[in-house]
């Protein structure tokens, strides 16, 4: 059921739903609950017969607050308003889930409170570390051009890019839709504030002791596949599987169900 949640200063839009134990999700930059399903089409019916699946719109994004300071959007601030949720939603332990900056914002709870962190599902993990800079200076660039009303500019350069290697043209249709219907000026101080981010350091991310399950796709460079083996490797009870095909990533939603089952 969609309401609004008030936090201090900050009102998120949340989804809550299904029994079991509580499955907190966050989406990826500049998407939301509902632009979530064109890139990531998941089973949550399926899902929330086996957790209470709890969704909510990041700060600055579809019915959430958008708030001034670019630090507001990095993912250690992302994850303190998550968290905070959870204490405003009497959810004292949650498995922490989400895919690029919703995977950036589950990490850093895992950090940031280890007791009350379950299990990790983390899909598609961003840039990160040494890979992080180009990607801000990426994101910085298709701020100052959106800003100036230059979307076509925009338009143009992201279908320079290649799809994943799961997806065909749509991929590039659904930026594109979503880059026309956006709030422009929104959507570009939320870019730059996602230059503010990056993962918990390497020893952070080591200390995580809680079953993960990585989710990662090949051929997409704001996600490669280096930042999911990556933390494949430094979290020692995790598991990866890499998405080559659109078949692979239809099996996401069973994966998350069996993963999630395995926590019980």
Known sequence: MRHNVALDGLSLSVDRGGSGQPFIWGHGLTSS?????????????????RSEVIRYDARGHGGSTL????????????????LALADALDVPTYVAGGASMGAGTALHAAVAAPSRISGLVLVIPPTAWETRDAQRALYLERAD??????????????RRIPPPDPFGSEWHDRMERNLRTADHQ?????????????????????????????????????HPVSSAEALHQLIPTSELAIATSAHDVATWSSRIVEFLSSLN
């Open 186 to 222: 929104q959507m570009a101080h939320v870019w730059r504030g996602a230059a503010t981010a990056d993962f918990p350091t390497r020893d952070q991310v080591r200390n995580i002791a809680v079953p993960a399950l990585i989710l990662a796709w090949s051929g997409d460079a704001g």
């Open 145 to 158: 051009r959106i800003a100036a009303g230059n979307i076509e500019h925009v338009i143009e350069a992201s």
């Open 33 to 49: 609950m509902d632009l979530e399903g064109e890139l990531l089409d998941f089973d949550w019916r399926s899902i929330a017969a």
């Open 67 to 82: 708030t001034p300071t670019l630090s507001d959007y990095s993912w250690q601030r992302l994850a303190d308003d998550q």
